[in-house]
Each structure stands twice: as C-alpha cells, then as structure tokens.
C-alpha cells in the first residue's frame, strides 16, 4: 500500500460515499434507537459508543463537501474540519468498539446500514494511517504469510500429520477434481484442530469428496476486518485461484463468522466477477448431508445446552436453521438464550477487535452481556460455530470464573456420528 497520511485519508472517505452512504446520512433522525442495540453503550452507557456517532469523521466530510448547509457552514467558519487528531482520537470509537455485529442496522428505523457505513469508514482510517497497530499486524501477516496469526503451510501439515497419526484418518492437501475445498481459520488450526479432524472423520462417513489447498487454506479476510479493499480482494483472489487450480465446485467456509461473509457475500463484488464455484459453509453442508441421509448420529447429550449465534453467520449471512436442525441431532435438552437468532449479542470479539490488544479491557467489560444471557438459560454447556466466538467466550468466561465448556458444533456432530464398521 500506499503511505498512509491525512490526505489519503480524506480522499478515502470521499471516495466511500456513494449514494447510499449520502442516504443514510440524510435520512437520520437521530432517534438513538442504535445506541440500545450495541453492546458497546449497552455495558458501558457512554453516549460516545453510540453507532451512529461512530461515523462523525465521515459524516463530517459528506456534509461539508456534498451539502449546501455544509458548503455554507464551511465557509461561515462554523464547521471544523477533519484532522489527524480526530481521527486519532475516533480510532477507538471505529475499531475498539464496533464489531461489524450489524444490531445497529436491524433496528434503525429508516433503515439506515450503519455498519456498511462503519466499513466504509475504516477504509479512510487505514488510509490515513490510523489503524489499531493489532489489526495492522493481522493484515499484514495475512498477505505476506498467508494468516493473519503467521501459520504457515509448514504448520499446518504438521498438524495434519499429527491428527493423522492420532484418528488414522487421511486428511487430503491439493487434490485436483475434488468436489468440495475446504477453508480453514487459524484459530481452528492452532487452537481446535479437533475441527480438522471431525471435517475428515464426516466426511469420510458422506463419501464426500474434498481436499485442502496449500496455496489458500485460509479464509480469515484481514482485509474486510481492517477496512481495506485493496487486501481484501487480494485474499479473496488467492482463494479463487486455489479453487479455480483445483476444479473444485465447492468452497467451504469454515466455523468462522466474518469469514463467511467475506467470502460469500463480498468476495464476489471484491473480485469483480462471479466464481467459477459456490460457497457453502460447513454448517449449511453438514445440515444437507443430514436430510439427504448421508450422515446419521446416535446418542442424545443429556446436559442442558445452548448456542451462541455467530452474528455474521446468522444476522448477516442467514444461516438460522441449519445449527438448530443440527443441535436436534445431538442434544435432548437444547434451550435458546433470549434475542437468539438473527436478534443475538454480539461475544465482543468480532471485526478484528479480538485482533486488537487496545480493546482487550473494553471488550472483557462488554461480554458481561453475553454472559448474563448463557446464565439466564441456565445450560451447563455452550455451543457455538465460530473459532473467534469460541476463543473470545471461553476467555470471558475464564476472566469471571465461569467454569462451562464452549464446544464446536461440527466437532459436536463428528463426535456423535454413526460410522459404519467397514468405512471406521
């Protein structure tokens, strides 16, 4: 990239307004509606977390630059304009304490995304070079290592080998002509591998064809987390050439939640052209393989359980039923937590703040909210489907002695599955 100043910043932000950002900004009444929907001013009740506020640096600039009040409060001296200082200053605001959840856009009630409007906004702040140094470092071990925490291709064949050795099964790397090519993140490669091998032990059962890609096992998107496109596009791109190399007529995101969305629903626009395959993630192929019969479970967990929803697999990427239909395999006593679903709270560690050791202390003081809500359904066990979800819950249950453990759904379901005893 570019060196990052003042003015690139400011060029940024221009360039992030488009028409629908101009709507949303004149649209808005300034009801507040959105503070009561993010966590962020929920658990802190600081009006300065309120979502829309977040946005002040760019709201500045449109109504300057693009309005007449704001044209004619500029040149009145009424309106003071962006500086370094205020973009320093909002970095917190932008990055420490928003997680991309989207609850602020689904109770706006003219309909304004504020979150597409946070996104855009981070692209003048990495422009400008005032992006969280955590965040920064992510992205750039993503584009010159391949990940966002520096796993290399080295580091995932010794875990393979390792679940390998432990499961006898085979975990496949670079098979040209599979159906299915599997993403992985990170987190699931060093810290629960056990979802690697419940991919192999499933998919084994299904008869379902897959493999790995060396040069693109990452689904992490660095770029859509820090607010550049530039990035983003060149990990969605490394993806799309892996599949494209490997013929392969599926890409599976993982149990990781912005990763999908990433992927999904943004790769293609990144990229500028539709894949040559689709995108599934492994929660909607594990539902498909159970009503087409190609994996059964047995045994019922008795243990009182609930699930996380992660929010950009199911507020923003739709996929509500398809964890349900799965608990149902594997639990006789599942209960929701209050505002499940596409209405869920956020765990506080999503859009790279987990990434971000300037918000470790904001972001422990806002999980009160999610642990309040496990407590209320008075589970003994949480399940969720995403690694960040996963690592950033038990971490908040650990800092307020809540001893539960957080599983993985796919593992869940691998741990429950029938296998026949000629295919085990």
Same mark, same amino acid.
């Given at each position: 990239m570019s060196k990052a100043t003042l003015e690139r910043g400011l060029n940024a932000f221009r360039e992030?307004? @488009?028409?629908?950002?101009?709507?949303?900004? /004149?649209?808005?009444?300034?009801?507040g509606m959105c503070a009561e929907a993010c966590l962020f001013y929920t658990e802190t009740g600081d009006p300065k977390y309120t979502p829309i506020h977040k946005l002040e640096p760019m709201r500045r600039i449109w109504e300057q630059e693009y309005t007449l009040v704001g044209k004619i409060k500029r040149v009145l001296g009424m309106e003071q304009p962006v500086t370094d200082a205020m973009l320093e200053e909002w970095q917190e605001l932008l990055y420490d304490s928003c997680t991309l959840c989207g609850r602020c856009s689904m109770v706006c009630p003219v309909g304004n995304d504020i979150t597409y409007m946070i996104r855009k906004a981070r692209e003048g702040m990495v422009a400008s070079g005032n992006a969280p140094d955590g965040v920064k470092g992510a992205a750039t071990r993503a584009v010159n290592i391949g990940?966002?925490?520096g796993v290399t291709i080295k580091a995932l064949r010794a875990q393979i080998r390792h679940i390998e050795? @432990?499961? +006898?099964l085979s975990i496949p790397v670079d098979v040209e002509g599979a159906d299915y090519m599997a993403l992985l993140s990170s987190m699931e490669i060093m810290n629960f591998p056990e979802y690697i091998a419940a991919l192999g032990k499933i998919f084994k059962q299904a008869g379902v064809s897959w493999t790995l890609a060396s040069e693109a096992f990452e689904a992490t998107n660095?770029?859509?987390?820090i607010g550049s496109s530039d990035i983003a596009r060149e990990l969605v791109e490394r993806i799309v050439d892996a599949a494209d190399k490997l013929k392969v007529k599926y890409v599976i995101s993982p149990e990781c939640g912005h990763a999908y969305t990433a992927i999904r629903w943004e790769g293609p626009n990144l990229v500028g052209r539709p894949y040559p395959f689709k995108v599934i993630h492994i929660l909607e192929l594990l539902d498909e393989l159970r009503k087409t019969g190609r994996i059964k479970t047995e045994g019922l967990e008795k243990d009182r359980m609930t699930f996380h929803d992660p929010c950009s697999i199911v507020r #923003? +990427? +739709?996929?509500?039923? /398809?964890?349900?239909?799965l608990m149902k395999m594997v639990t006789s006593n599942f209960v929701e937590m209050a505002d499940h679903g596409k209405w869920n709270w956020c765990c506080g560690g999503g859009g790279g703040v987990s990434s971000n050791? @300037?918000? @470790?202390?904001?972001r422990i003081q806002v999980?009160?909210?999610? #642990?309040g809500q496990i407590e209320d359904t008075g589970a003994n066990t949480l399940v969720t489907a995403c690694a960040n979800c996963r690592l950033v819950i038990e971490e908040g249950l650990e800092e307020y002695s809540v001893d539960m453990p957080v599983l993985g759904l796919t593992e869940l379901v691998a741990d429950h599955l029938v296998v026949d005893e000629e295919e085990g």
């Open positions: 992030q307004i @488009d028409a629908p950002t101009a709507t949303f900004f /004149s649209s808005c009444v300034s009801c990940s966002p925490m050795a @432990d499961t +006898g660095s770029g859509i987390q #923003k +990427g +739709g996929v509500v039923e /398809s964890p349900r239909n050791e @300037d918000a @470790d202390e904001l999980f009160r909210r999610k #642990k």
